[in-house]
């Protein structure tokens, strides 16, 4: 990344990134929470304490620990200089009012959103990642069907699923795994509870991988046995309406007239009132990152986009569906990456 003109088009003498997300995605360094970046005219350079003196030597920048978190703004006064660069959107007002009592003759400038931006394009190395992070996902799936029966706690089914992704090179969790059955599948992000997963009943697992920092994020709906036919008749919709905006990913398409496409297939046939949240959202080293795929959504898609198509119905206390997939905008088009079925498996 040229640091140089980055510094130039925000007016910048230096940029301090602090937001854990950005630490990873610029220098690698694993554990973004505890480095911050500071970047400046000579470069790019890590802060990290201690516990991280083996990291640190592993990754792309020069690094300085710092031994005492009070030393930080002593070790930051051979950075700080002029116009000093922070991320508006995540650093505190406690660390932001630290710095102006420490530097009062500096220049404190908000900027939103830099990184955020730059990371909706993938590089060929991160979608090699997402690529392998949603393989191991749809072993996963394979891998948990067999597990989910009645009788058996959600609980219990989520964590057979996390113990596979794990063993098989899943760096950790990408998000909470959900396994929720019956009428808690009408909660969109409804985790996975002690509940029993009774027969005649949907059950809907959204779980994601990491590789080398890299999250994948997938969907699937399944049904434990015969379902009623007005479950039947939910699953149904959501995979046209799943199908729809999939098919229509592609550079230059809005966020919005994708999330309509399928929020107007809902509606007709009569669940519009039940799609509570956006279509879908991007995913990178954070679960969810630009671009954002809603009716509010002012993004438009560009080729190495890696995009989610996430339709659901929910109905309170009967129950609910989404279908999730995993897709990377390419020049033409799009490439699918979630490759686990999609017609309604009966358990
Ligand atoms: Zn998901
Ligand atoms: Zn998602």
């Given at each position: ?232 008749s939910i699953?149904h919709a959501v995979?046209e309406a ?22 107007n297939h809902l509606t007709q046939r009569g669940y519009g ?40 119905v ?34």
């Amino acid at each position: 990344m040229d640091f140089n003109a980055l510094l130039d088009e925000l007016e910048l003498d230096v940029l301090f990134v602090s937001n854990p997300h950005n630490v990873r995605y610029l220098s690698g360094f694993t554990e973004g929470k505890d480095a911050k970046v500071v970047i400046t005219r000579a470069g790019a350079s890590l802060i990290t304490d201690g516990r991280y003196l083996v990291e640190a030597s592993q990754q792309r920048f020069p690094y300085r620990i710092l031994l005492k978190r009070s030393e930080m703004n002593s070790l930051l006064s051979e950075f700080f200089q002029g116009r000093v660069g922070i991320e508006a959107d995540h650093l505190s007002v406690a660390t932001l009012e630290g710095f102006k009592k420490d530097f009062p003759t500096l220049e404190f400038v908000s900027t939103y959103g830099v990184f955020e931006r730059l990371r909706r394009r993938k590089t060929p190395e991160e979608i090699a990642w997402i690529r392998k992070a949603a393989q191991l996902a749809d072993q996963g799936f394979e891998h948990i069907l067999p597990f989910i029966k009645p009788g058996v706690q959600e609980i219990e089914v989520a964590l057979e699923l996390e113990f596979f992704l794990r063993k098989n090179g899943s760096e950790g969790l990408a998000f909470s795994t959900t396994v929720a059955s019956g009428e808690r599948s009408a909660m969109p992000h409804g985790g996975a509870s002690p509940r029993i997963i009774q027969p005649g009943e949907l059950v809907t697992l959204d779980f994601g991988c990491v590789i080398r920092g890299y999250c994948s994020d997938m969907t699937r709906t399944v049904a434990v046995g015969k379902v009623s036919d007005e479950l039947r008749s939910i699953y149904h919709a959501v995979l046209e309406a799943q199908t729809l905006a999939l098919e229509a990913v592609g550079p230059g398409k809005r966020g919005q007239e994708l999330d309509a496409l399928a929020r107007n297939h809902l509606t007709q046939r009569g669940y519009g009132e039940y799609f509570t949240h956006g279509l879908g959202h991007g995913v990178g080293v954070f679960i969810h990152e630009g671009p954002s795929l809603s009716q509010a959504s002012e993004d438009t898609l560009e080729a190495d986009n890696i995009v989610t198509i996430e339709p659901g119905v929910y109905i309170p206390q009967v129950a609910g569906c989404r279908i999730e997939d995993l897709a990377l905008v390419t020049d033409t088009g799009h490439e699918v990456f979630s490759k686990s079925p999609k017609h309604l498996i009966e358990l």
